[in-house]
């Protein structure tokens, strides 16, 4: 099925609206179309995968819509990643956009006036909590999908103003910039997060309307001052489960919160305080695996997708995540779920952080020992006691460090590997 070009419609019913940043629809159509003829002018065409090595903001969307106006498969790369981890992603591609694209003619050529929805648009690389990132085939269907899915769980405001601060080489961060555009609404694109930056522009009265954010960087937001933002509606948090302690704060400053479950591999959001997406289906395997499906996942999922975390619907029907299958410790004989040791420790008043593995034990086979990054002072003898007062004894970790901030991937999930 072909659907008209994002792009080409959102510039003909809103020309003067502000695309990216500062940057208009009609002005980003007449700059990606160029872009497009001068990669075409260097033998890009239709399928070809071209690297977008480009720092969040207007030049790489104008380079991502350039590809999507040629048919090129967009490759985004992590501009923080070291040279041969870049180059590794780079491989194959027929063209790397770092910078400005020279060619020695505008070459003429036609623009796609529309995009096949079974065509792949993006290759997003998965963030690698458990090993080497692997690339995923995204379809302009999948993000169609998902763009649809998201206006239904969230709502959409005509004037939507969506701040993003999350890299854009990652599904979080890239959605949001090809949401805004099927919206033909307004992304703003921040190169990296800044605390101060980020309140101070929610803060004001013409400020964002969506913000897509991680724990921690809710977390630093509220400590920088956040509070009753005038125009916020949701703040989107993903990455991690968002703690009772962390809800809490968040709602004392009235800050509302959607929390959101995904994967590169469903094109972003899964889930959306625990309600699946528009025609997105969820289910539990029998040992309580998520298996996912619909069409926002990958076509190379192969139908299914086993997600490889655990969950647990709820009484109102509402999925609970409890962790990655993978993260389970497995002490004395009882499984444990380090994601829920993680958010009572993450309660303590003193804890801004916590990160919860296993090592080995010649008594236990895994014992639980806890990585902590703290907002005060605060002593290993008081957080056990504090976790044996909420926990069954085998939860309880039974070491205690203490780190000035936690591995974590680019998009925000903890590098749990890194603990050990």
């Given at each position: 099925?072909i659907v008209?070009s994002?792009?080409?419609?959102?510039?003909?019913?809103?020309?003067?609206?502000?695309?990216?940043?500062e940057l208009?629809?009609?002005?980003?159509?007449?700059?990606?179309?160029l872009?497009?003829?001068?990669?075409?002018?260097?033998g890009?065409?239709?399928g070809?995968?071209?690297?977008?090595?480009?720092?969040p903001g207007?030049?790489f969307?104008?380079a991502l819509?350039?590809?999507f106006?040629?048919g090129?498969?967009?490759?985004?790369?992590?501009v923080r990643?070291?040279?041969a981890?870049?180059?590794?992603?780079t491989?194959?591609?027929?063209?790397?956009v770092?910078?400005?694209?020279?060619a020695a003619?505008?070459?003429?050529?036609?623009?796609?006036?529309?995009?096949?929805?079974?065509?792949?648009a993006v290759?997003?690389?998965?963030?690698?909590?458990s090993?080497r990132?692997?690339p995923?085939?995204?379809?302009y269907?999948?993000w169609l999908?998902?763009?649809?899915?998201?206006a239904?769980?969230?709502?959409?405001d005509p004037?939507?103003?969506?701040?993003c601060?999350?890299?854009?080489?990652?599904?979080?961060?890239?959605?949001i910039v090809?949401?805004s555009?099927?919206?033909?609404?307004t992304?703003?694109?921040?190169e990296?997060?800044d605390?101060?930056?980020?309140?101070?522009?929610?803060?004001?009265?013409?400020?964002?309307?969506v913000?897509?954010?991680v724990?921690?960087?809710?977390q630093?937001l509220?400590?920088?001052?956040?509070?009753?933002?005038?125009?916020?509606?949701w703040a989107l948090?993903?990455?991690?489960?968002?703690?009772n302690?962390?809800?809490?704060?968040?709602a004392?400053?009235?800050?509302?919160?959607?929390?959101?479950?995904g994967?590169?591999?469903?094109?972003?959001?899964?889930?959306t305080?625990?309600?699946?997406?528009?025609?997105?289906?969820v289910r539990?395997?029998?040992?309580g695996?998520i298996?996912?499906?619909?069409?926002?996942?990958s076509p190379?999922?192969?139908g299914?997708?086993?997600?490889g975390?655990l969950?647990?619907f709820?009484?109102?029907g509402?999925?609970?995540?409890?962790g990655r299958?993978?993260?389970?410790i497995i002490?004395?004989g009882e499984?444990v779920a380090?994601?829920?040791?993680?958010?009572?420790?993450e309660?303590?008043p003193?804890?801004?952080?916590?990160?919860?593995?296993?090592?080995d034990?010649?008594?236990?086979?895994?014992?639980?020992?806890?990585t902590?990054v703290?907002?005060?002072p605060?002593?290993?003898?008081?957080l056990?006691?504090w976790c044996?007062?909420?926990?069954a004894?085998y939860?309880?970790?039974k070491?205690f460090?203490?780190?000035?901030?936690?591995?974590r991937?680019p998009?925000?999930k903890l590098l749990?590997?890194?603990?050990?």
């Amino acid at each position: 099925m072909i659907v008209d070009s994002w792009l080409v419609n959102a510039a003909q019913r809103s020309p003067a609206r502000r695309a990216v940043n500062e940057l208009t629809y009609s002005d980003l159509l007449v700059r990606a179309d160029l872009m497009a003829r001068r990669l075409a002018g260097r033998g890009v065409g239709p399928g070809d995968r071209v690297a977008l090595v480009l720092p969040p903001g207007d030049e790489f969307c104008i380079a991502l819509h350039a590809l999507f106006r040629l048919g090129a498969v967009a490759v985004p790369v992590d501009v923080r990643l070291h040279a041969a981890e870049r180059s590794e992603i780079t491989r194959g591609a027929k063209e790397v956009v770092d910078g400005p694209v020279i060619a020695a003619e505008d070459h003429e050529v036609e623009l796609a006036g529309g995009h096949d929805l079974d065509a792949t648009a993006v290759i997003v690389h998965t963030s690698g909590t458990s090993g080497r990132p692997r690339p995923i085939e995204l379809t302009y269907g999948n993000w169609l999908w998902s763009a649809l899915g998201s206006a239904v769980a969230l709502g959409l405001d005509p004037e939507e103003r969506w701040l993003c601060t999350l890299p854009l080489a990652h599904v979080g961060g890239l959605s949001i910039v090809i949401r805004s555009a099927i919206y033909a609404t307004t992304a703003i694109v921040h190169e990296r997060f800044d605390a101060e930056r980020a309140c101070d522009l929610l803060m004001d009265e013409e400020g964002p309307t969506v913000v897509s954010v991680v724990p921690t960087t809710l977390q630093r937001l509220l400590d920088a001052g956040l509070r009753t933002p005038p125009r916020l509606r949701w703040a989107l948090l993903g990455g991690a489960p968002i703690t009772n302690a962390l809800q809490g704060r968040a709602a004392a400053a009235r800050v509302r919160v959607a929390a959101t479950y995904g994967m590169t591999e469903a094109c972003s959001q899964v889930t959306t305080n625990g309600a699946p997406l528009f025609c997105t289906r969820v289910r539990l395997a029998e040992d309580g695996e998520i298996m996912v499906s619909g069409p926002t996942v990958s076509p190379g999922v192969g139908g299914e997708l086993a997600t490889g975390d655990l969950g647990e619907f709820m009484a109102d029907g509402a999925l609970r995540i409890e962790g990655r299958k993978a993260d389970t410790i497995i002490s004395g004989g009882e499984n444990v779920a380090p994601a829920e040791v993680e958010a009572v420790l993450e309660a303590h008043p003193m804890v801004a952080e916590a990160g919860v593995h296993a090592i080995d034990d010649p008594d236990w086979g895994e014992a639980i020992v806890a990585t902590v990054v703290a907002r005060g002072p605060v002593t290993e003898d008081e957080l056990y006691e504090w976790c044996a007062d909420r926990l069954a004894r085998y939860k309880v970790p039974k070491a205690f460090s203490f780190a000035a901030f936690l591995p974590r991937t680019p998009s925000g999930k903890l590098l749990r590997r890194s603990l050990r």
